[in-house]
């Protein structure tokens, strides 16, 4: 059964308008579409309305989305939209939480990115002296085999020579890239 509506004492706020909080929370039109598309399928108009769906179908929604969340990441995003636990969720709500894990989404990809251009590829290697040699060759920079050497040093976790996916991300944080 939906939430009860309960009458305002004035006149009821104003909502902005979905493209409008899309706006606000970064995403762009087609994510914002692609956002409602999944929420949509969830909903039950008759019973509940277009813009609440059940609880325990949150799961399903960020499947839909192409997510695939562990149950205590289902459950910790329920204590902070549904903390009374009364079974609903209304799309604003789910759409704030959606942009979020949509923006760590595309950073994880531009991070997959950025890593495959150093390593030429191989995704699962480490950064190495071999791949800093060639990227300052196409880059027409002269750098020194000991400068390259102390900026793997530095940006490696352990200090070694190579720099894992975990490292460069850091690398990129600290460098607000990300």
Known sequence: MPPKKRTPAGPPPKKKPRVKLAQNLSLTAEEEKEVRAAFGYFTDP????NDVILSKNLK??????????????????????????EGFITYELFLEVAAMKIKDRDKKEEVEKAFSLFTGGDDEGPITLQHLRKVAKVLNENVSDDTLREMLREASASGGMDVDKRDFEDVMRRAGIL
């Open 46 to 49: 008759e019973e509940l309305g």
């Open 60 to 85: 399903k929604v960020f499947s839909a989305l192409g997510f695939s969340l562990s149950t205590g990441e289902v459950r910790d995003i329920l204590k902070s939209i549904d903390p009374d636990d």
